[in-house]
């Protein structure tokens, strides 16, 4: 080994500058910044614009898990009202091949009826497993074995309390050193008032102050012990369960949290020791926070956000309204906001009205104004039609790896 | 499998599906500029020897080579090299790696072919790692599970150096599936390394100033953090 090394310095053996640059593109945003320190123009290298497109190719094609099959992407669509019965319709769609040409739909476990209104909470599968729910009821589904499981209700939601707690699902994730799944919510109870009481035949004086005022809690639930139980921590919360807010990623889950102030932050949360790390969003980024009420019908925004996993990275998909361009940034590490670096910018796309998901290998997918469902491929820049319509809210679109394995 | 032994004396090795293959696609990529191709290893010195003198000889060899090599010429190449291919001009499209006079050569043949692709100094032993590789993948080919575990191990089994050696070598040898294993398995390798063991890996001068290198850390710092110490 010596004499080797003795010999390298001898012939002075050096890898050539295509093939050095080559390997710097394949690294983490965080040694090729730390390696822009080696020498001028490798600190130069986020300016070049030959580097930075093979360094985004290999952001979207880099193979992170080694999976031997390839993954299909599942699709939470929502068909417009039938104008008769006025009932809605949710499906699921699972999209294999290259292009997605190949369409499968899947039939929700028993329990389900097509017509009720199911929210898909989780949009990646977690070896194999989905989380769905329908109405307060929360399932495990796998839907390679048609194998569910419900959680039950916490002792919170079943306890007396004399109203509904308004519950937020924030993650659903894999603990892989106790084996175990995962799911964190936030409970609030709203303040009890006496026309709460008026069906139930209780009288305002037999209910204690304790149960008037009940202070928000965080619960998560173990699939290993099938029971909720409350986590002591104060952390930011999100107020949506709709897709964009929540990805899950290598033990941890991460919402989009609101802290003080207008500025959203990125809350990540460690299932293995429970402890959280804040990230706040990109400063670059001008704020005008989008916010569309469950009530109101109207609504004016001029920049949406949407929190993705970029092939294993985590992103935010900015989408500009004027000007219908779509900027990617991806997290270079958890707690530095600077660390935030952009990477893509597509566009202009006029059609297209919002992102749904990410598939595999960095295709976006995306829902246009007429409702069409299309993706978009980072790698040639080119739009293509699924061939089915969502509306609203309710399409979601995840990376669905199969596993037939039992949820034990 | 084929190996790549060493001896002094002349031995001929042939790879037989693996070489005539990559021989057939060598070829054809020649055929446009009607020239044969021939590689030349020279052949490192081995760890029992110890003579001085062979190693001074070898000395002057790389040498010699490092001053082709600059010259990426194929004419010129093809000139040195001539004396040295005539012999394997009526020879059968194999290819064959033989040991003369401490030189190794790998010779691919075909009809009106000469070219001269020079890959210095690599010992017998990462050569015939390389060779191995090349004949599993052939040997491999269409089953994708066994390729890439077999992929894994190989590169398992590699230092940063030896990869390094490697890898230069194998883009010489134009092998691109290797070289892409090769520059994935270094990019895993050093990205928790610290600036002074790259600097040194890919022999690249420091021409930052001591303030514009403090200027740069500092700006940067988070990406300082929680890194390998050499």
Known sequence: MDAKAEKGKVSNHH???DLTLSILSKLSLKSLKRFGCCCKSWGFLFESPHFMSMYRNNVISNNHTSCYDEPSVIILHHFPPLPITDEFMFSVFLFSGERHENKVKLYWPPLFLETDYIQMLSSDSINGNILVQRQRMMIFWNPSTNEFKVIPPSPVESGRSFRDPMIRFHGFGYDHVRDDYKVIRRVHFYELISSDLDPLNVSWEDVSWGDVSIPPLWEIYSLKRNSWRKLDVDMPECYHENTGFHVYTDGMCHWRGESVGPEECLVSFDLINEAFIITPMPSDIDEIRAFISSTNDEFDFKMDRHLVLLNGSIALISYYIETTFFHISILGELGVQKSWTKLFIIGPLPYVYTPIGVGKKGDIFLRQEDNELVWYNLNTNVIEKLGITGMNDCCRTGIYRENLLLLE | MAEATESSSSQTLTLKRAGRL?????????????QTLTLKIVKRESDESSSSQTAEEEFKK??????????????KDGEKSKKLSKKEEEEATRIEVRTVDDVTLVDVHGENFSDVVQVDSVSSHLLGQILSYFAEQTRLAGEEDDLKKYEE?????????EMKEMIITAHRLRMRKLVLLLSRSIANGIRNKTVEFVREFFGVVNDYTPDEEEAYRKENDWVFENIEEN
Not at chain 2, 62 to 75: A, I, M
Not at chain 2, 153 to 161: N, Y
């Open chain 2, 22 to 34: 990559r021989a057939e696609r060598l070829i054809a990529e020649r055929q446009r500029l009607k």
């Open chain 2, 62 to 75: 790389l040498n010699v080579k490092e001053g082709e090599d600059s010259n990426k010429s194929s004419r």
């Open chain 2, 153 to 161: 191990e190989f590169v398992a089994a590699l230092s940063l150096d």
């Open chain 1, 15 to 17: 890898i050539p500058n």
